[in-house]
């Protein structure tokens, strides 16, 4: 069965310095990975997303970049966190053929800059 | 553009009180309805996807609706552990378009 592990699961980071989450997804290949924040009683805001390794879709560019080094492999960085980086940070999965069977998501990083 | 539009955006009710949560969507060329549950911490966890005006899904309490406009999530006889914001999505084309959820809380 296929599995995704998002880490770490809280942060608290001061801001000037460099951030990276990492996702891995277990039992699938070739899988769409994506990149969400969520905001304190706010939706769902995607950040990054791929289709295979080292293609990487922007939806919000701003401070924060994103690699697939590896097939089930997503990164999230950012060189210099700002406050306005703090919030609840998804990572996602879903088939090749963009979702039809739906996303599957990993339990979260709460992120903290203060 | 795709929206989604989620109404309410909370609903307070009694044990036992069925109700609907409304999900409007503007996406021409729908491939996918979604609906996701997510409790306080972690991530969405999915329920249904509705592919087509007029299909219909149930799990339980849960039972989730689709016209060529909206769809609807009937919860029927909640139960506090119901309790949960509920986030609706539609796929044209990757990626998914989500609503920004209605936050449903069921009192005992």
């Known amino acids: 069965s296929q599995t995704i592990h998002q880490w770490p699961a809280t942060l608290v980071q001061p801001v000037g310095s460099p951030l990276s989450l990492e996702c891995t997804v277990e039992g699938t290949s070739n899988p769409n990975l994506y990149w969400y924040r969520q905001a304190a009683g706010r939706g769902l805001q995607l950040l990054f997303y791929s289709v295979g390794i080292g293609q990487i879709s922007s939806e919000v560019p701003q401070n924060l970049s994103a690699s697939r080094p590896q097939d089930r492999q997503f990164i999230l960085s950012s060189k210099k966190l700002l406050l306005s980086d703090s919030g609840f940070y998804l990572c996602?999965?879903?088939?090749?053929?963009?979702?039809?069977?739906?996303?599957?998501f990993g339990s979260g990083t709460r992120l903290t800059v203060v | 553009e795709d929206q989604v539009t989620q109404s309410p955006e909370a609903l307070r009710l009694q044990e036992g009180e069925s109700s609907s949560l409304n999900c409007s969507y503007t996406v021409s060329g729908l491939r996918g309805l979604f609906w996701y549950r997510q409790d306080p911490g972690k991530g969405p966890e999915f329920l249904f996807t509705?592919?087509?005006a007029g299909e219909e899904k149930e799990k339980e309490r849960l039972k989730a609706t689709l016209t060529k406009k909206e769809s609807f999530l009937h919860i029927t006889a909640p139960k506090p552990e119901d309790s949960a914001t509920y986030l609706c999505?539609?796929?044209?084309?990757?990626?998914?378009?989500f609503g920004k959820g209605t936050r449903l809380s069921v009192i005992a």
């Open positions: 509705l592919y087509s």
């Open positions: 999505a539609a796929l044209r084309n990757t990626p998914l378009v």
């Open positions: 996602a999965w879903s088939v090749p053929s963009g979702g039809l069977r739906g996303y599957t």
